[in-house]
C-alpha cells in the first residue's frame, strides 16, 4: 500500500464541534526585527515582540491559517516599519485567510534605544523607552495607538518645603548674634546637611490613539515629554550634571497632580492625538506606597 504523500491538513477535514463565529485568533510572543525611522534621516533597527491576530469570520471553518501571519509578519524584516507598511501588512493578513476572515491586529512591542547627552558636561549615555505600536483593520478602516513609558525625577515639595525649614531653624540656631558674618555663614553652610527633601523615580505611561493617522518622530515625541516634565533621568554623568540634575529637581518640584497636569496640557493641544489615557506613577521613597494619577480625554471608555 502506498503512503500518502499530502500532509494532511485537519482544519480542512473536520468541522467546528459548535457553529460560532470568534473576533480574534492568531499567534502572540513573535520574535521579529523591525527597523524605524528616528531623526535626522536615521534608522534604528530593534528586537521587536508581536501578536498577530485576525477575526474568524467564518462559523463553519475549523481555524485559521497561522502559518500564513507568520509568513507575512517577517517581512517586516526587510522593510521600514511605518503606517504605510502596516497597513499593507494589514491587508494582506486577511488575504491570506482565503474569505474566513475580514479583520486583523497586529500589535508590536519593543525597547527603543537612545543616545542622550549629560546636562553640563556633554557626555553621551544611551537610554531605552518601552515602545508599543497598535494597529488593527476593521470593516477596510485603519485605526492606530502608541503606548510609550517615559521615566523622570520627582521632588516633593512638602518635603522640600520642611527641609528649608529645617535648614532655617538650624542658622537661626547657629547664629544667634543680630549680625551674621557672611563668610561664617558660607562656610558653615558648606559643611552642614541638616535635611533632605525626598525624591523617587517617576514614570509617566501614555497611551495614545491616532485613529488612521501616521506617529509621530518617536525621539522627538520622547524629548517633548521630558522637556514637559522638566526632570528626565540621566545617562552617564559628572559631578557638574549631578549638581545641575539638583538644581532641575529643585526648580520644578512636584506632586504626581502636578506632572499629570504637564502631560494633559501637552496632550490636549496635540492636535494628532484622537484619544488619550495616561498613569503617573511616583515611587515613593518616604512611603512604601506609590502615588500616582490617572486620566483620559474621554470618560467613555
Known amino acids: 500500500m502506498q ?5 494532511p491538513d485537519i482544519t480542512r477535514s473536520r468541522t467546528a464541534p459548535a457553529i460560532y463565529t470568534l473576533q480574534w485568533v492568531g499567534m502572540e510572543g513573535i520574535a521579529v526585527p523591525i527597523t524605524l525611522d528616528v531623526n535626522d534621516g536615521k534608522q534604528q533597527t530593534v528586537d521587536a515582540k508581536a501578536n498577530v491576530y485576525v477575526s474568524l469570520d467564518d462559523a463553519v471553518e475549523k481555524g485559521i491559517h497561522m502559518s500564513r501571519l507568520h509568513a507575512i509578519l517577517n ?23 482565503e474569505g474566513i476572515s475580514q479583520s486583523a491586529k497586529i500589535d508590536l512591542a519593543f525597547d527603543l534605544l537612545l543616545p542622550k547627552k549629560s546636562l553640563l558636561s556633554n557626555e553621551m549615555g544611551f537610554q531605552t523607552y518601552r515602545i508599543e505600536i497598535n494597529g488593527q483593520r476593521v470593516n477596510g478602516k485603519y485605526d492606530y495607538g502608541l503606548k510609550i ?16 525649614q529645617l535648614f532655617a531653624n538650624a542658622i537661626d540656631n547657629e547664629f544667634s548674634a543680630s549680625r551674621i558674618d557672611k563668610q561664617a555663614l558660607l562656610s558653615w553652610a558648606h559643611t552642614t546637611t541638616i535635611a533632605t527633601p525626598h525624591s523617587q523615580r ?10 488612521n493617522e501616521s506617529w509621530p518622530s518617536l525621539p522627538s515625541l520622547i524629548l517633548q515629554i521630558e522637556e514637559t516634565i522638566g526632570t528626565p533621568v540621566q ?9 545641575e540634575f539638583a538644581r532641575l529637581n529643585a526648580e520644578n518640584l512636584m506632586f504626581c497632580e502636578d506632572a499629570a497636569r504637564k502631560i494633559k496640557a501637552m496632550l490636549e493641544q496635540a492636535s494628532w492625538i484622537k484619544d488619550y489615557w495616561f498613569k503617573v506613577d511616583h515611587q515613593e521613597s518616604l512611603h512604601a506606597h506609590n502615588a500616582v494619577v490617572i486620566d483620559q480625554k474621554y470618560n467613555n471608555q
Open 235 to 243: 545617562t552617564m554623568v559628572k559631578r557638574s550634571d549631578e549638581q
Open 3 to 7: 503512503a500518502l504523500k499530502t500532509l
Open 75 to 97: 517581512k517586516l524584516a526587510t522593510k521600514v516599519c511605518n503606517k504605510d507598511e502596516l497597513d499593507l501588512l494589514l491587508e494582506n493578513i486577511v488575504a491570506s485567510q
Open 202 to 211: 517617576s514614570y509617566a505611561y501614555l497611551n495614545l490613539s491616532l485613529n
Open 149 to 164: 513609558t517615559v521615566p523622570y525625577s520627582s521632588t516633593c515639595p512638602c518635603s522640600a518645603a520642611l527641609s528649608r
